[in-house]
């Protein structure tokens, strides 16, 4: 399973990054502009700062709703670096996108995925990944984990490539339940990938390790 982490926080993309666990990283609009980036040029450079401080993919979310505007501005986000992946909205127009760049050899990951059905168009339509937003699903009381699972059938029945990029991430046992499920890829906060590392036992046994040494050394 892949791990991405889910921010613009250049900080804290440095820090997952250090762990060496990290392939990727992705981010939004709102992510972006949690961070005060704006501006065109502004964005673009702060992709590419990202790209320059991880080895993986990085996904960078085109803002045009219309089809034209979704290929000039994907045409630019992957002209900046090899590691970007263009993000596009499911959309009827997003749909033509993928297809468009898969044409292209540009690869994509089709976002805001709320359904099998919309998963099945973007794999047909040719997307590296799609990214369902279980977080999100789980707030409005339907399991977000049921879709993973329900998307993984589908591409398994018919061996689509798409990889399923488990999204909208909020804690630990999500990341174990996508990977018990085999979603492809994870994205989540830095909290909760670090959370994985956490047991108490883990922390008493190793206090006591210490104590018995320090004892055994007297
Ligand atoms: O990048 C998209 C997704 O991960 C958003 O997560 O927490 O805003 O639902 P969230």
């Known amino acids: 399973m892949k791990f991405f982490i889910d921010t613009a926080n250049l900080q804290e993309i440095k820090e997952a990054n250090d762990l ?24 673009l450079d702060h992709y590419l700062a990202i790209c320059n401080l991880v080895d993986g993919d990085v996904s960078a979310e085109v803002i045009a709703t219309d089809l034209e505007g979704m290929i000039q501005q994907g045409e630019e986000l992957a002209k900046l670096h090899t590691n970007i992946v263009v993000k596009i909205p499911m959309t009827i127009n997003g749909i033509k996108a993928i297809k ?12 805001l995925i709320f359904s099998a ?13 799609v990214s369902p937003f279980i977080g999100r699903l789980d707030d409005i009381s339907v399991n977000g984990l049921d879709l993973i699972a ?23 046992m999500h990341i174990i339940n996508c990977a018990e499920i085999g979603a492809d890829v994870m994205t ?12 108490p036992l883990t922390d008493s046994g190793l206090e006591q390790f210490l104590a018995d040494h320090a004892k055994g050394n007297k």
């Open 188 to 199: 989540g906060s830095l909290k909760s990938i670090m959370a994985l590392a956490n047991h």
């Open 117 to 129: 059905g919309q998963a099945l168009l973007a794999a047909k339509a040719g997307a590296s990944y």
């Open 150 to 172: 329900q998307i993984r059938q589908i591409y398994d029945n018919y061996l689509f490539d798409t990889e399923i990029l488990a999204a909208s991430v909020r804690h630990p």
């Open 20 to 43: 060496g666990v990290l392939d990727g990283v992705t981010t939004n609009p709102s992510l972006m502009a949690k961070e005060g980036i704006t501006g065109e040029q502004n964005i």
């Open 100 to 111: 468009y760049f898969s044409g292209k050899k540009i690869r994509t990951n089709c976002t």
